[in-house]
């Protein structure tokens, strides 16, 4: 046995359950089992542990809806280079990036080990942003364009650089790492589930109530606690937080195109979207909703009308700006054939989320790893396109906002609100034990990992964001594009910085 | 003199009213409440009275640049009739001299892009370097119909002479106003050719020309901008009022609105093209220019069809 099989709903697994195998095992196992489409790694991470260095690898079975768990360990100090399996399967890149960063384990053949976020617990403390490897193309013809890290917008820092022959890109490197504040270590360091459940809402202000919700069910699965009803109310404030994201990108690429029509109805329904959300819970972005074991501010009666009425006028009114979307010539000339991602492409990188499905790879945990309301309330049929362009990148959005306002509706049709527990932050948590949870955010999937000691605290806490994968995709999307399409190919993707750098 | 003195005031009105008008017809359109109507001279008055930054990399060219621009606008500016007034400078052949004016403007900003060493000012000034040459043929073949239709070379004198009521003049004097306001998108750098809105250097034409400038030099560059829009606008409403009441008090309302109106409209309702078809639109500015020319020779030769 190679792999412990679990699934998303699931307790905790007692570490002693999760099977320590040979690398070589688990190699040979896993360049097979990756050519298949149904399998991808939600995450792969090392810890140490005592003299020895622990790795986990989470493998997600799509179509049979399991997690298997591995792990295997070598010494602190061996000096040993592990066969690469990003050489085989490019998908892999940030994880092994991230454990030869870290505990500078080496990993033979890897073509691509460059920095990835520089953590301030780095092994090599000469690695720096200043001296970051970029790569580069000689040639007479060619030039370089560097944009960033300081942004022109208001949004986050992070260097792009452009290799050009003329106006046509050549090749894209991105550099992240400026917005790193050590999120994972500090879960570590303090004890108060409170304070921890509001580091999971600032991992990546976007997806507060994504990364909270993944928080508040690790907990919850390391405590045992049962949710009940609150399940649907973390469904509705999910599906909330997702239209408001992609209505407002659906504006930001409105405005990048100097669209105004469509920007301006965006961005006001986009702030009635939030102020529905703040109706609820006191923060546009849902922040101090999500909370380990309960909640502070259960869904009344009247709410739940207020939010019935919103979301029915939302859902009519951005129909009206898809349509206009569609019918508008001098738009779709900007959105279609640009930025693409074909399949295999997005498949060999192991793009995950919205942008994964808008190049035909089905990747969402609502379907695959149904959890909360997605399990036992709605069937979730996941929004598939097959081009690849920044307009399937849009129309997915687009189609997604008007199928969460229809789980919200229906959810909330039904819904009779009873007592909800208030949140508790002292319940004991079992001992020695792994708990995961998968959370399909807006941008795609979230996964949270925590690990406890024998006291049962918190000993590591690992953290994914979708974007750490998607960055990638971004920097293939604008491969042999005309530089100046990389703003819209940027907004379509629309990825974390924080939420990468963490 | 009073004819002049008044000629040169309505211009700078043109120039001033058209970006009010632009900013509150895509206000109004946007259903938002929107800017003032003279916000942007507000704007340029507060840069105007700050002081400048430069760049290490920059040389003295970088400096004069600016000065040149604005120069050169005020000149340009200078040509142009506002219907039956009369323009401070006129002399045979002055729409050459009218283009060229511009032209020197425009190589003025690219060099001084070119003077930054930036890769964005690099990309704009090239940009801008392919987008004027094209454009070129167009203005040219447009004053060449103007010129051929009356045998002068002035714009004085050509708008002078073209006061008339036939069904020819008319069709050809409206074609010519649509050609100049559509020259007048791309040479003020409007939707659908550039976005003067945007924050994003690599998709800017001629906003990312300006980055390095700052305080003053910028606040010359706004002006400069505006008496450009306001020259093409104004070429577009005197051939339009030479078909049917040629007097400063219909040209001038009508060279603001006609340009403001169709910025505006065309900002609020239409994207950007991309940018390598901006060549291909640029390019059929030429060709329309040239089927005007033509159909003003057939008309003017007065074959029978």
Redesign the interface.
């Known amino acids: 046995m190679i792999y412990h099989i679990t699934d998303n709903e699931a307790a905790a697994v007692a570490l002693k359950d999760i099977p320590e195998v040979d690398y070589a095992a688990l190699y040979n196992d896993l360049k097979e089992r990756l050519q298949d489409e149904r399998y991808h790694v939600a995450h792969y991470f090392a810890t140490p542990d005592g003299t020895r260095l622990k790795f986990y690898l989470i493998l997600l079975d799509d179509s049979e809806h399991k997690v298997m768990l591995s792990s295997f360990v070598m010494e602190y100090y061996e000096d040993v280079a592990l066969p690469s399996l990003t050489a085989l399967h490019p998908a892999l890149h940030p994880f092994e990036r991230e454990i030869t960063e870290l505990y500078n384990v080496e990993f033979d053949s890897m073509p691509w080990n460059k920095p990835l976020r520089f953590p301030f617990n780095r092994r090599n403390r000469n690695s720096t942003m200043d001296n970051y490897p970029f790569y580069t193309i000689e040639g007479e013809s060619l030039h370089e364009v560097n944009v960033g890290p300081i942004h022109a917008g208001i949004i986050e820092p992070g260097a792009f650089r452009f290799v050009c022959n003329g106006e046509n890109v050549l090749h894209l490197e991105i550099a992240l790492g400026y917005q790193h504040r050590g999120s994972e270590s500090e879960f570590t360091l303090t004890t108060n589930r409170l304070r921890q459940t509001l580091l999971a809402e600032g991992i990546a202000g976007d997806s507060a109530v994504s990364h909270a919700t993944a928080y508040a069910s690790s907990i919850e699965k390391l405590c045992g606690c049962s949710i009940g009803a609150l399940a649907i109310e973390r469904t509705i404030a999910l599906e909330l937080e997702r239209m408001a994201m992609h209505i407002a990108d659906t504006g930001a690429l409105s405005m990048d195109v100097a669209y105004q029509l469509g920007q301006v109805a965006c961005e006001a329904l986009r702030t009635m979207t939030i102020n529905t959300t703040q109706a609820w819970c006191g923060n546009r972005f849902g922040k101090g909703l999500i909370r380990p074991c309960g909640t502070n501010k259960p869904l009344p009666h009247e709410k739940i009308a207020m939010i019935r009425t919103n979301v029915a006028e939302i859902r009519r009114r951005y129909n009206e700006v898809i349509e206009d979307i569609k019918s508008s010539p001098s738009l779709l000339a900007r959105f279609e054939q640009c930025g693409i991602v074909p399949k295999a492409e997005m498949q060999r990188i192991g793009g995950v989320g919205m942008a994964a499905r808008s190049s035909g790879v089905k990747r969402d945990i609502r379907s695959s790893h149904p959890y909360a309301a997605y399990a036992s309330h709605i069937k979730h049929e996941s929004i598939v396109k097959q081009h690849g362009d920044v307009m399937s990148r849009l129309m997915t959005r687009c189609r997604e906002v008007l199928q969460s306002a229809d789980y919200i509706e229906q959810l909330l049709s039904t819904y009779a609100p009873s007592e909800i527990a208030r949140p508790n932050y002292d319940a004991t948590l079992t001992a020695e034990a792994l708990a995961f949870s998968l959370v399909e955010g807006w941008r795609g999937e979230i996964c949270h990992v925590a690990i406890t000691n024998k006291q049962g605290e918190i000993a590591t806490y690992k953290i994914k964001d979708p974007s750490l994968h998607n960055w990638l995709a971004l920097a293939i999307a604008v491969r042999g594009e005309g530089i100046s399409d990389f703003p819209i190919c940027n907004k379509s993707f629309n990825l974390s910085y924080c939420g990468h750098d963490l | 003199m009073v004819g002049i003195a008044l000629n040169t005031l309505l211009m700078i009105v043109v120039a001033i009213a058209i970006p009010g008008v632009i900013n509150r017809t ?1 206000a109004t ?4 409440k929107g800017l003032p109507f003279v916000q942007h001279l507000r704007n340029a008055r507060l840069l105007l009275r700050k002081g400048s930054v430069y760049s290490t990399t920059t040389t003295a060219l970088f400096r004069i640049v600016p000065a040149v621009y604005l120069g050169a606008a005020i000149v340009a500016m200078l040509f142009m009739p506002v219907a039956d007034l009369y323009p401070l400078i006129s002399f045979e052949g002055d729409v050459i001299c009218f283009a060229y004016t511009l032209a020197l403007a425009r190589v003025a900003i690219i060099l001084a892009a070119m003077d930054t060493g930036s ?2 000012e ?2 704009g000034a ?1 940009r801008e370097a392919l987008y004027g040459a094209l454009i070129e043929p167009a203005l040219m073949i447009g004053f060449a119909t103007l010129a051929m239709f009356c045998g002068y070379t002035s714009f004085a004198d050509i708008f002078a002479h073209e006061q008339s009521f036939n069904a020819q003049i008319t069709i050809v004097m409206f074609l010519i106003a649509y050609l100049f306001i559509t020259i007048a998108f791309v040479e003020s750098g409007r ?2 050719v550039d ?1 003067p ?7 800017m034409i001629h906003e990312v020309m300006c980055l390095d400038y700052s305080g003053i030099d910028m606040g010359m560059i706004h002006i400069a901008g505006w008496l450009k829009t306001a020259c093409f606008s104004m070429i577009a409403a005197n051939a339009i009022a030479a078909t049917c009441c040629f007097h400063w008090w219909l040209a001038a309302p009508l060279a603001i609105l006609l340009t403001g109106l169709s910025i505006g409209f065309v ?11 901006n060549t291909t639109f640029i390019v059929t500015i030429s060709a329309l220019a040239a089927l005007i020319f033509f159909i003003g020779y057939l008309l003017q030769s007065d074959i029978n069809i």
């Open positions: 895509r359109l946007a259903g938002r890769s964005f690099g990309m090239a939707v659908p976005d809105r945007t924050h994003l250097e690599l998709t900002e609020s309702t239409q994207a950007r093209n991309k940018l390598v078809r």
